[in-house]
C-alpha cells in the first residue's frame, strides 16, 4: 500500500468511495433514509476539492488503485476518512489516521478530534479515541 497526498485529479473517485462505502459499510448500522441523507450520490466536486486541498489530506493505493482517503484539518479535526468497500479490515484506515496525526503533530497539534459514526466507533475507540477527544503522543 502506498499513501500519498491528494491531488485534484483525486476528487471524483474520493466522491464515488465515499458513496459506496457508505451505502455498504454503514448500512448494517443506519436506516436506507439515513444513508441516503448522509450519502446522496451529489457531490459538490469543487468544495470537496477546496475542502481536501485545504486540509491535509491523504490517499491510500494498492496497485493503482485508490482504496481509502482521510483529511485533517490544521486544528487536529480528522473530518474524513474512508476505506474502499472491498477493502475493509487491511489496515488502511489505521495507516492513514497514523500518517495525518504524524502529520498535525509535527505542525504542533496535540489533540485530534472527529465524530464518528456508529459504524467507525470502535475503529476510533481502538485508535485511543475517547468520547470527546485523543490526546496525540508527542
Known amino acids: 500500500m502506498v499513501i500519498r497526498k491528494y491531488t485534484p485529479g483525486d476528487c471524483a473517485v474520493l466522491a464515488r468511495l465515499f458513496y459506496d462505502t457508505v451505502h455498504t459499510v454503514n448500512a448494517a448500522d443506519y436506516t436506507e433514509k439515513q444513508l441516503n441523507a448522509w450519502a446522496t450520490g451529489i457531490v459538490d466536486l469543487e468544495a470537496w476539492n477546496n475542502s481536501f486541498l485545504s486540509h491535509n489530506t491523504l490517499v491510500a493505493e494498492e496497485n493503482g488503485e485508490i482504496v481509502g482517503f482521510a483529511d ?5 479535526y480528522l473530518d474524513r476518512l474512508y476505506v ?9 484506515a489505521t495507516a492513514l489516521v497514523k500518517e495525518l496525526e504524524l502529520l498535525a503533530q509535527k505542525a504542533g497539534v496535540s489533540r485530534f478530534e472527529t465524530y464518528a459514526s456508529i459504524t467507525a466507533k470502535p475503529f476510533f475507540e481502538k485508535q485511543g479515541y475517547s468520547k470527546r477527544h485523543r490526546v496525540g503522543q508527542l
Not at 485533517?72 to 487536529?76: A, L, Q
Not at 474502499?84 to 488502511?92: E, T, Y
Open 72 to 76: 485533517m484539518d490544521h486544528n487536529g
Open 84 to 92: 474502499h468497500k472491498d477493502h475493509q479490515r487491511r489496515g488502511i
